[in-house]
Every structure is written in structure tokens, then in C-alpha cells.
């Protein structure tokens, strides 16, 4: 599956940075544009990310957060961003808060020399009338793009993409390291540590409902073409190891994991 160059830029890397003049990358961001239901034309830019990466980053008291974004002219860039995360309502107390951490982003935070692109809303599956619609399930493809931190890149960022498909539906709680449980998708998926935060894409052959007109005697055809959405972000993963594997002869140093998207 191809995944479109456009995702390359939509994603960011999260870093901390101590007192001296290094960053430390963290993990994975991407960017959703929400617009005005009376403006359409306007929009504007979130950051969203996993929560538990903000968590860790306050634990080790970095000072302040940056995103490492590639630039117009071929480099990179750390923008630093002031701490006003939002997270999710917290659940009853026998579920784990939700992870998942939002951003509003500013003009003046990213300028005409970066280069990046944003997710609409749009995109996003929030509800079970959106998963219906779309016909998302069982067995379709997904795909996310996000940090490899062996190869992060050095003077660019360079995301990498993995791929797999949808195992599981969210239909009883997932239980995390806490023993909390949470709501998620179960995707079997090659996942490795620092890809959490990376946004998971669920494609889609469906009609578009534009028509190419004329084509000789026939007035409208239909066009075919792959839609991506929005699925969830990368949560946690399980190791091999962590896991009973139906083939015994699994080598000891596959990455082979099941990671949870979260909704």
C-alpha cells in the first residue's frame, strides 16, 4: 500500500531538552486542523500526541517541550512550545486515563518555513456511526508513520512507516501495565519502542462521489481511489517475548509486537 508523501510532514518529533544545548527526542506528534462550521476556509492547528510521553518527559524534568520539524529549505527546526496539553476527562476509576494529549498550535510557533501538513478532523473515526459508515473492521489495513529512533535522521526528520491490520475491535477494555483498563484497538503490527504517538490509518477503497464526464458515449464514471482515516495513535506495544506465540520456532530477536491504538 502507498502511503501518501503528504503523511511524511503531518508528523513531528517530540523532544526535552535539559541545560545543555542537546535535545532528546521523545517520541512521536501529529497535527489535525479542526475549521469553523460558519468558516470552513479557516482552520486551525492541534497537536496531538500519547499522553504518557508528556508524563515521562515532566518526570525527567525537561525544560519545556520541542518539536523537531524538517524546513523549506531542507533542515530542521526545534520549536519550542509552552506546557498547556489537554487531556481527555478522566473515566471511572477502574479505567486508566486516556492517553492521548492535544496541543493548540499558533502562527507564530510554526511559520512559512516549515515544512509540514495537517490531518483534518474530518479523517478522524470518533464514533461507531463513523466506523459503520466507512465500513472499518476485522482485518483491514492499517498503517502509521512515525519515529524510528535508531535512523531519526540527522539534519531531517525521516519517519518510517509500518504496516498491518485491525485484530481486534474495541469491543471489551484492553488492560494496560497499571492493570488498568483502557479502550483500544488490538492491531497486529511490527511496532518498536518510540513509535507511541504516531498516528495509525486505516485505508479504504471506496467511490468518490466526483465523476470524470464525458468519456466518450458514457456522460459519468465513477473514479475509484484509496481513502485514509484516522484511526487512533499508538499507545503501547507487547514484545514477542511478552506474549505466547503460536510458532515456536519465533527467533528471539524478531520485533514482531502487538501494539494498541487507542481510540
Given at each position: 500500500m502507498r502511503v501518501p508523501d503528504e503523511l511524511k510532514i503531518s508528523v513531528c518529533f517530540l523532544c526535552g531538552k535539559r541545560k545543555n544545548p542537546s535535545y532528546e527526542i521523545l517520541g512521536t506528534g501529529f497535527f489535525v486542523s479542526v475549521t469553523l462550521p460558519s468558516k470552513?476556509?479557516?482552520?486551525?492547528?492541534?497537536?496531538?500526541?500519547?499522553?504518557?510521553?508528556?508524563?515521562?518527559?515532566?518526570?525527567?524534568?525537561?525544560?519545556?517541550?520541542?518539536?523537531?520539524?524538517?524546513?523549506?529549505?531542507?533542515?530542521?527546526?526545534?520549536?519550542?512550545?509552552?506546557?498547556?496539553?489537554?487531556?481527555?476527562?478522566?473515566?471511572?476509576?477502574?479505567?486508566?486515563?486516556?492517553?492521548?494529549?492535544?496541543?493548540?498550535?499558533?502562527?507564530?510557533?510554526?511559520?512559512?518555513?516549515?515544512?509540514?501538513?495537517?490531518?483534518?478532523?474530518?479523517?478522524?473515526?470518533?464514533?461507531?456511526?463513523?466506523?459503520?459508515?466507512?465500513?472499518?473492521?476485522?482485518?483491514?489495513?492499517?498503517?502509521?508513520?512515525?519515529?524510528?529512533?535508531?535512523?531519526?535522521?540527522?539534519?531531517?526528520?525521516?519517519?518510517?512507516?509500518?504496516?498491518?491490520?485491525?485484530?481486534?475491535?474495541?469491543?471489551?477494555?484492553?488492560?494496560?501495565?497499571?492493570?488498568?483498563?483502557?479502550?483500544?484497538?488490538l492491531i497486529e503490527i511490527r511496532s518498536i519502542s518510540g513509535l507511541s504517538g504516531s498516528p495509525v490509518i486505516v485505508f479504504k477503497q471506496e467511490l468518490d462521489s466526483t465523476v470524470l464526464r464525458p468519456l466518450g458515449k458514457r456522460q459519468d464514471l465513477p473514479i475509484m481511489f484509496t481513502n485514509g482515516y484516522l484511526l487512533g495513535l499508538v499507545r503501547s506495544h507487547w514484545s514477542a517475548r511478552d506474549v505466547e506465540m503460536a510458532d515456536a520456532a519465533l527467533d528471539d530477536d524478531d520485533d514482531d509486537a502487538r501494539a494498541a491504538a487507542c481510540r
Open positions: 470552513p476556509e479557516v482552520g486551525y492547528l492541534y497537536l496531538v500526541t500519547a499522553k504518557h510521553i508528556i508524563d515521562r518527559a515532566k518526570r525527567k524534568k525537561y525544560r519545556g517541550f520541542y518539536l523537531r520539524i524538517n524546513t523549506d529549505a531542507g533542515g530542521v527546526d526545534f520549536v519550542k512550545v509552552p506546557d498547556r496539553w489537554i487531556y481527555p476527562k478522566a473515566p471511572p476509576s477502574d479505567f486508566a486515563i486516556p492517553g492521548v494529549a492535544v496541543m493548540p498550535i499558533y502562527d507564530y510557533e510554526v511559520d512559512n518555513h516549515l515544512s509540514l501538513a495537517a490531518m483534518p478532523i474530518q479523517m478522524a473515526l470518533g464514533d461507531e456511526a463513523a466506523l459503520q459508515a466507512h465500513g472499518v473492521g476485522i482485518g483491514d489495513d492499517v498503517h502509521l508513520i512515525g519515529l524510528f529512533r535508531h535512523r531519526y535522521g540527522l539534519t531531517r526528520n525521516i519517519p518510517i512507516v509500518r504496516g498491518g491490520l485491525i485484530a481486534a475491535m474495541p469491543e471489551e477494555p484492553l488492560e494496560d501495565e497499571s492493570g488498568k483498563l483502557f479502550d483500544g484497538y
